[in-house]
């Protein structure tokens, strides 16, 4: 092997590990209206610019590209507050939880705070619908000569008894 070609080749080898850093120089330009935008050519007059090391990380690695600031520990390290954003409403102050609901409609009972739709729902739609002083009740005409009732209230819901 020549000497010549000896020498072009190591310099290439010595120059193989700078060329295949991912780190490159831009420009950080911001105009006054807060407008952002990185570029290698370089900002315009009116534009305020900052020069930015860019790190291109290669595929597959599992470098973190983002550092780890303060606030960012801070905000790991605070505990965090649980915020119920919604609730459902049933319409009667939430009296019976879920649980309660599921398990009158397995029993066929229809306590206080179940609402129209969770007692047509259970028993069907009421053979005989009367109303007097803002109570609404249902009747329903079971087998053997038997009925049976559910009292409402104005807003609804199932009465309890007093």
Not at 19 to 37: M, N
């Amino acid at each position: 092997m020549p000497i010549q070609t000896a020498r072009t080749l190591i310099g290439a080898l010595l120059c193989l590990p700078l060329a295949s850093q991912a780190t490159s120089t831009v420009q950080r330009c911001e105009d006054a209206s807060g407008a952002i935008t990185y570029t290698s050519l370089g900002c315009q007059a009116e534009q305020h610019s900052q020069q930015v090391n860019a790190y291109n990380a290669p595929p597959g690695s599992l470098q973190h590209i983002l550092p780890s600031g303060r606030a960012d520990r801070a905000a790991r390290a605070a505990p965090r507050e649980l915020v119920v954003v919604g609730q459902h409403d049933d319409g009667c102050g939430n009296r019976l939880s879920a649980e309660q609901r599921r398990s009158a409609i397995i029993n066929q009972r229809t306590p206080a705070g179940m609402t129209r739709r969770d007692v047509e729902s259970l028993l069907g739609r009421p053979d005989k619908v009367s109303q007097r002083n803002g109570e609404m009740r249902y009747h329903y005409a079971q087998k053997g000569g038997r009925s049976h009732q559910v009292t409402f209230d104005e807003d609804g819901c199932v009465k309890g008894k007093r």
